[in-house]
């Protein structure tokens, strides 16, 4: 088993946020490319976005600190601390309308098969 804060990884990377040009800092907490589900502590600056992208599965955003706004086409979500944003599978942005911390998890969709 293991044991991890987030409050205090969250506190790190949204240091590193904000000494970043970019402005964002993340961290894997758990998984990776070999495993289905993956859980991304996310760090953003107030005002930095993840611009538009495809979702690469079924994901959700649980906001652990700040304030954020994820746009999907015409629609848009704003959550704040203990919300959980499920990410629609369409393209889609996150701003952070204050310096916040995420916790994204995506469970990744099965290629599809090769035809040959």
């Known amino acids: 088993m293991k044991k991890m804060s987030l409050t205090a990884l969250g506190r790190e990377q949204l240091a590193r ?42 994901a959700t955003v649980h906001v652990l600190h700040g304030r954020v706004r994820l746009t999907a ?25 204050e310096a916040s911390t995420v916790l994204l998890t995506v469970a990744k969709l099965p290629a599809p098969p090769v035809n040959t």
Do not use: C, F, K
């Open 17 to 58: 946020a904000e000494r970043a040009s970019a402005g964002r800092s993340a961290s894997t907490v758990y998984g990776g490319h070999e495993h289905v589900m993956r859980q991304t502590l996310i760090a953003l600056a107030a005002g930095q976005r993840l611009e538009e992208h495809e979702n690469p599965g079924e």
């Open 73 to 97: 086409g015409d629609e848009a979500w704003e959550g704040s601390p203990g919300d959980l944003i499920i990410v629609p599978n369409s393209r889609h942005a996150l701003e952070a309308l």
